[in-house]
């Protein structure tokens, strides 16, 4: 296994790792309950991390985590399918799961 990512929050290292399953990048997300140990452990030692199963996939998700998005608080997204508004931050519409643009 190799660490590719270190988030700030749970969510983000939540998004990171659907987005490698996406690409059919087996993972998992380590430390994601640690926040609750901060102050008995050190910050850098208590931020989820996503770690990859294949070592050979290392390159190929750096790769797509490099160019994921991370828009800007308060941008908004709306579903091409449904029309709804969604957080920014969503890869799929919250209604009716269609994939969102960008």
Do not use: Y
């Not at 190929?60 to 828009?71: K, N, T």
Request: net charge negative; charged share 20%; glycine share 6%.
């Amino acid at each position: 296994m190799k660490r590719v990512h270190i988030a700030p929050t749970l969510l983000d290292a939540q998004l990171a790792a659907d987005m490698l399953s996406s690409l059919g990048i087996a993972n998992h997300i380590l430390n994601a309950n640690a926040a609750g140990a901060l102050g008995e452990l050190p910050f850098m030692q208590a931020q989820p991390e996503v770690w990859v199963d294949d070592d050979t996939q290392e390159r190929h998700a750096r790769e797509a985590l490099a160019d994921f998005p991370s828009p800007a608080p308060g941008e908004e997204k709306t579903c091409p399918h449904c029309s709804e508004r969604n957080p920014g931050n969503f890869l799929s519409c919250w209604q009716c799961g269609s994939a969102l643009p960008g």
